[in-house]
């Protein structure tokens, strides 16, 4: 049973390393490799020392970390509500961050406030579903998207009528943030240390999970908690999807698309597919995010952009084959 | 203000009295951020298309390595570096070129990126001037960075001057009700607060939508019918865009189409806070003129 999970993961491992050397390595200033490595051993000159330590390496593992807690969140949602358009999104997170980062903008706070602003947005929004969805009534993974789908329609409203009031000039910092990037992202590590973490708690659930996915009734005569089991999934995506939002905004696609084309290759065993998310969805993002500043250099693309331009022909590939 | 002539006094006569040593120079940015460089800077980086024509007019344009897109005046501007758009800035690019002093512009760059730059020891002088006088005094300020005092302070000097002998031509000038138009799609316009209301009011014309609270109101055409300026303003568009403009002869009640009074002005002259708002102003207060001579 280890091989066929040792094997997948090890070169998804590898690809994800290779992602991050080329990340480092490239930029619109060029540094040969010869000197990356020289400044990452601790010598190299003051600029290099600056670009790469200070600009590259957070950049990189920032958008490492971003990835790969949306793809995990993106692959516990679609377990979670057992629905294949699930999304970390789905449940109107992004919404309650992005209302939260805006009013943070629009009280003329910056930085980390933003942050923190946003952080308390989504966490806001996931206790509101949570919240709602439980109710006097039963509790259901139709109902808990039902309901999320509506509040996450109602923060967009939220955020429509907030970028109509706001100053014109506030404007384009706003809609950056809604459109996500990576660039702004400092500090990775709070990030990184959740996703290991979230991977830990959930890979030796992945039997039960694998059980869940094929519909609670049968995980329940298996002998499965199915609702405690189902809350905290959706708590740990929750925290999973609050993390990447707060680090770079929301960024689309990524939580949608790595899941299902790791699905296509490899099966559907959580077990295999929740650490190969964490890989492939951080390899994904941190190729994206380095074209999004190389490509047309000074001008730096949104991240979202490439993600999707280089997701959907994959993905529709890969949908192509596996008929 | 006053506390800046004093240091620009005081550093005159530093300077006359022991040349030689570099003396450090400081100045307060519109966040009322104290910024000092050991020695003024050398290698500035000009963050917005204003800074940057903020910056020549202080006589620093020699000084520059850095500009962002659509940083088009002075013309010499345009063989500057650029790094990227003022919202997304190639921070890469703008370390490599080294510059000893970034101007900031405190509504238009996003705050995070400043504060990276400050966060590695990058002096970061954020600009946002909201007046007339705001526009002297930063250029003032940044050629005492820049050590450009004498350029600077002439240069601040002739602007002040040119929107007080204006200031004085129009003062009693017959009040015209005035419509700046700063977008077509959605329609917006300028208050009492902005610059250009001040530019309005200068040349003796009142704002119909001076009094709204936000700084750039969104309105409807409705609203601009019902106060039924006597001239329309509009900039924003090129030159061949007279769509903005001729909407408005469907509304025949209205005065400004009635009188003809729908007027281009250019608004690289007018949107910028740069001295050449100075001409801006000019033409402006002649548009009104216009207005007026059109009356009887």
Redesign the interface.
Known sequence: MMRPIALPLSVLAIASLLSMIISVGV???AISPAEVWSVLIGDGSG?QR??VL???LPRTLSAFATGGLLAVAGALMQVLLRNPLADPYVLGLSGGAAVGALFAMLAGL??AL?SGSAFAGAMLATVMVFGLAHGTGSWSPSRLLLTGVVVAAGWGAVITLML??S????L??ML?WLMG?V??A?APWAGLGLLALVCLIVIPLGRSLNVLARGPMQAAALGISVRPLEWLIYVLASLLTATAVTMAGSIGFVGLIVPHMLRLVLGNDQRLILPACALAGGTLLVLADTLA?TVI????LPVGVITALLGVPTFLYLLHRSR | MIKLKVLAVMLGWMLLVPPGLAAPVCATDDLEVEVCLDHPAKRIAALSPGATELVWAAGAGDQVVAVVAFSDYPPAAKNVTSVGSHTRMDMERLLQLQPDLVIGWVTGNPSEQMAILKEMGMPVFSIEPRSFEAVSHTIERISVLAGTESAGYTEAERFRQGISTLKAQYDSADPVRVFYQVWDEPLMTVNGEHLIGEMIELCGGDNVFGSLARLVPRISAEAVVAANPEAILAGGMGEENRHWLTRWTAFPTLAATTQNNLFFIPPSLVQRPTPRMLEGTRLFCEKLEVARDRRS
């Open positions: 930029g619109s200033v600029l600056t670009l200070e600009l590259r910056g930085g933003v109509a009031i100053p014109a000039r506030e384009p910092g950056y990037d660039s702004y400092r500043r250099a000074p001008e730096q």
